[in-house]
Nanobody, 120 residues
Framework: QVQLVESGGGLVQAGGSLRLSCAAS????????MGWFRQAPGKEREFVAA????????YYADSVKGRFTISKDNVRNTVYLQMNSLKPADTAVYYC?????????????WGQGTQVTVSS
């Protein structure tokens, strides 16, 4: 059973940076990649970024391109989300998820989430 544990959230001022981590345990070779999602109060959950375990291709939402960077450590089965130039609009609970979908469109395992709050 895959388990995902996020860490690194917190309170930061606008323009600041945070790095989120997601440690995966119980992985099998049937998973293709990891994604980060976020959900702000009263809003739908939205895609932020994704990365493939093999090859490392990355994908970003337009709203975070140029500010956020997703990376991975295959040895530690950990994925990171470096968030720079943070804005109050980035405030949300951030979730990592792992996908068994080759297209990384569907996600099967989810972490518990970590709160990111950006003050103006």
């Amino acid at each position: 059973q895959v388990q995902l544990v996020e860490s690194g959230g917190g309170l930061v001022q606008a323009g600041g940076s945070l790095r989120l981590s997601c440690a995966a345990s119980g992985r099998t070779f049937s998973t293709y990649g990891m994604g980060w999602f976020r959900q702000a109060p009263g809003k739908e959950r939205e895609f932020v970024a994704a990365i493939r375990w093999s090859g490392g291709s990355t994908y970003y939402a337009d709203s975070v391109k140029g500010r956020f960077t997703i990376s991975k450590d295959n040895v530690r089965n950990t994925v990171y989300l470096q968030m720079n130039s943070l804005k109050p609009a980035d405030t949300a609970v951030y979730y990592c998820a792992e996908s068994r979908d080759l297209q990384l469109r569907e996600y099967d395992y989810w972490g518990q989430g970590t709160q990111v709050t950006v003050s103006s």
